[in-house]
């Protein structure tokens, strides 16, 4: 087993332990992602069972919502403020193109309530000029879901559009405190003229993550077990009083047809 410590088998060894140290790692990150993928799962669960609050028992101004705020349901009553409403573009539902529509909502209690109203299919989802439906009038009851602010460019308003929503940029556009995040609305009393497709729900599943860690160990343990399986063939090439690292293509293809002629 001498040959082992040669310079091309020491590196070869180096080489394996780097790979399937790696792959040990990259396994624990997607079971990792797992573990987080099922926590927040769980609590996103909870918060669909969980009866409706009052929009200013979770949500509050100046102070984002938090995660484990996602997805719960609040009520919130007011008056639609339709002037103010912003288009979110670059929507799709089942491959088609279209457009949200952000109404902010002026609560009984006074803060303004950015409301996710719905999506609507659109011819461009690029353009300024979307006439959305109008929202109800008067005193309206709202119940929908709490959503976190979206961050980054996406976020930026501009001629009453965006490609994402964020109190934090809409927010300055509108005269009045706002409520830090926004809602998916699920259901408006009473119902517009036009309604909107509502939001959809979170998808719960798990994801391929499990599977994916499964994958990286099974590498690792393919190198593991080629390394292992090479150097039993050097050393058996060696008791033949073969050259280390000599064996040929064409050896190798006539050991492997007399090898098929034994088993046939």
Not at 66 to 81: D, F, H, N, V
Not at 193 to 201: C, G, H, M, Q, S
Request: hydrophobic share 40%; with cysteine.
């Amino acid at each position: 087993m001498r040959f082992l410590f040669s310079r091309r088998w020491v590196t070869f060894f180096l080489v394996v332990v780097l790979l399937a140290a790696g792959c040990y790692l990259l396994g624990r990150w997607q079971f990792h992602r797992l573990h987080d993928r099922e926590t927040t799962n769980s609590q996103v669960r909870r918060n669909l069972a969980a009866a409706p609050a009052p929009v200013g028992e979770v949500l509050s101004v100046g102070r984002p919502a938090g995660e484990q705020a996602e997805w719960r349901r609040i009520t919130a009553t007011g008056s639609y403020l339709a002037d103010e409403s912003v288009i979110v573009r670059y929507q799709t539902r089942d491959g088609a193109s279209g457009v949200d529509v952000v109404t902010p909502l002026r609560t009984d209690a006074g803060p303004l309530l950015l409301v996710d109203r719905g999506w609507m299919q659109t011819d461009n989802v690029g353009s300024d000029a979307v006439r959305a439906p109008a929202p109800p009038a008067g005193q309206v009851r709202v119940v929908g879901y709490v959503r976190t602010d979206a961050t980054g460019d996406a976020a930026t308003v501009s001629n009453r559009s965006a490609r994402a929503i964020s109190s934090r940029e809409i927010g300055p556009t509108l005269d009045g405190r706002v409520y830090a995040g926004f809602v998916d609305a699920a259901k408006e009393t009473p119902a517009a003229a036009k309604p909107l497709v509502p939001a959809e729900l979170p998808d719960l599943g798990n994801g391929p993550h499990f599977f994916y860690g499964l994958q990286w160990w099974f590498f690792g343990l393919l190198a593991v077990f080629g390394f292992g399986y090479l150097a039993y063939d050097e050393r058996r090439r060696l008791r033949r009083g073969e050259q280390p690292g000599s064996f040929k293509p064409s050896e190798r293809r006539q050991q492997m047809k007399e090898s098929a002629g034994r088993t046939g």
